[in-house]
Antibody, heavy 123, light 107 residues
Framework: QVTLRESGPALVKPTQTLTLTCTFS??????????VSWIRQPPGKALEWLAR???????YYSTSLKTRLTISKDTSKNQVVLTMTNMDPVDTATYYC???????????????WGQGTLVTVSS | DIQMTQSPSAMSASVGDRVTITCRAS??????LAWFQQKPGKVPKRLIY???SLQSGVPSRFSGSGSGTEFTLTISSLQPEDFATYYC?????????FGQGTKVEIK
């Protein structure tokens, strides 16, 4: 079955760089049509889409955060890494990774999600 | 960026009520729209994709409709386990964007 799990620090200081890893199983990012996205949710607030990386290494970013985000994949390890620079307290949120499947006739976005990891930004 | 506006932002309803949530896109997105349900402290769960396709395992009281710029999520007969926050997502163009959410509370 498909599973995803986020890992990374629970606490980062302002101005530091956050590195999150999504480790997944049940699919491969070398398979055509497979994609992994990152989404975050500040406490009590709405979901926010951050970035996506596709099987062909295409990458897409949030407009407001694109100067701070980098997404990459390690196909051999079944991992996707998201880095966010210059962290600020407003970046405190639960960060999720999720799979998207792009088919020939239909796209099924965010069908499987990780459990999320809470990142707190504080000095 | 495409803006997704949900209405209402919150609502109170009773068990058995028919509930309709609307999501409007700031520009046309064809049918590249999904709906998610999130309960407190839980991971979002996809209910609907391609605007009207029901995710496997989701009860048939949930349905989605619309195309272009206006979409609806309907719960035909609200059940106790349906009290949650609902989000729409457009994935027609990048960046993908969520609506601000609709919280469905018990009346």
């Amino acid at each position: 079955q498909v599973t995803l799990r986020e890992s990374g620090p629970a606490l980062v200081k302002p101005t530091q760089t956050l590195t999150l890893t999504c480790t997944f199983s049940g699919f491969s990012l070398s398979t055509s049509g497979m994609c992994v996205s990152w989404i975050r949710q500040p406490p009590g607030k709405a979901l926010e889409w951050l970035a996506r990386i596709d099987w062909d290494d295409d990458k897409y970013y949030s407009t407001s955060l694109k100067t701070r985000l980098t997404i990459s994949k390690d196909t051999s390890k079944n991992q996707v890494v998201l880095t966010m620079t210059n962290m600020d307290p407003v970046d405190t949120a639960t960060y999720y990774c999720a799979r998207t499947s792009v088919g020939t006739t239909v796209v099924t976005p965010l069908d499987y999600w990780g459990q999320g990891t809470l990142v707190t930004v504080s000095s | 960026d495409i803006q997704m506006t949900q209405s209402p932002s919150a609502m109170s309803a009773s068990v058995g009520d028919r509930v309709t949530i609307t999501c409007r896109a700031s520009q046309g997105i064809s049918n590249y729209l999904a709906w998610f349900q999130q309960k407190p402290g839980k991971v979002p769960k996809r209910l609907i994709y391609a605007a009207s396709s029901l995710q496997s395992g989701v009860p048939s009281r949930f349905s989605g409709s619309g195309s272009g710029t206006e979409f609806t999520l309907t719960i035909s007969s609200l059940q106790p386990e349906d009290f949650a926050t609902y989000y729409c997502l457009q994935h027609n163009s990048y960046p993908h964007t969520f609506g601000q959410g609709t919280k469905v509370e018990i009346k």
